[in-house]
């Protein structure tokens, strides 16, 4: 009952907007302003990179604590964390709190990554960064930091729920991620 309450919980938490939460205190209506996402890159648009990097850390948060929380009582070997972990970006993509949309959830499932391992955590933003000023496309860095974070796992040898939470987590964000690709390939995603 307890792991019951831990991925409602995740969900939940994964479902508070920071990104929608601090644009309107602000006065802005984010899903009007550049791609309409609730994320940081969009609040960094509408609001500057400080603000930007706020969303980007509570976002963060929000698959941190949960998962944190989780191996801390049960361990990485308890398929609990793997239903945390994606119950946590889950809330995030599908918000119960605004009519089940949200945002892509990168930053949410790198503060999954970052609760099961700090070095990975840190190979992975090294993959996204050197992807980010290679080609300067959040998106494509996302997207490939995202898709190798299974892998990472897998040679790292972590339990295979752990690399299955991963990959679960890769193509979610992959789908969320559509009209970005889409935008690619006609060459019009906007650079950073």
Request: a positive charge; glycine letters at 10%.
């Amino acid at each position: 009952m307890e792991k019951f309450f831990l991925v409602l919980f995740a969900y939940l938490l994964g479902s508070v907007l920071f990104g929608e939460l601090i644009t309107k205190l602000k006065g802005i209506d984010i899903r009007q302003v550049g791609s309409g996402n609730v994320g940081a890159t969009n609040v960094s648009r509408a609001l500057g990179k400080k603000y930007g990097i706020l969303v980007f850390f509570l976002d963060m948060l929000k698959g941190f604590l949960p998962t944190a929380l989780t191996v801390s009582f049960y361990g990485v070997e308890s398929k609990a964390v793997m239903f945390v972990g994606i119950a946590s970006v889950l809330g995030h993509m599908f918000s119960i709190f605004a009519h089940f949309r949200g945002g892509k959830g990168v930053a949410t499932a790198f503060g999954v990554v970052l609760a099961l391992s700090v070095k990975l955590a840190i190979l992975l933003i090294l993959v996204w960064g050197g992807v980010l000023l290679w080609k300067r496309y959040v998106s494509l860095a996302s997207i490939t930091a995202s898709l190798l974070s299974p892998v990472v796992f897998a040679v790292a040898g972590y339990p295979l729920h752990i690399v299955l939470m991963a990959l679960i987590v890769a193509l979610l964000i992959l789908v969320k991620h559509k009209p970005n690709i889409e935008r690619l390939m006609r060459g019009e995603e906007r650079k950073v």
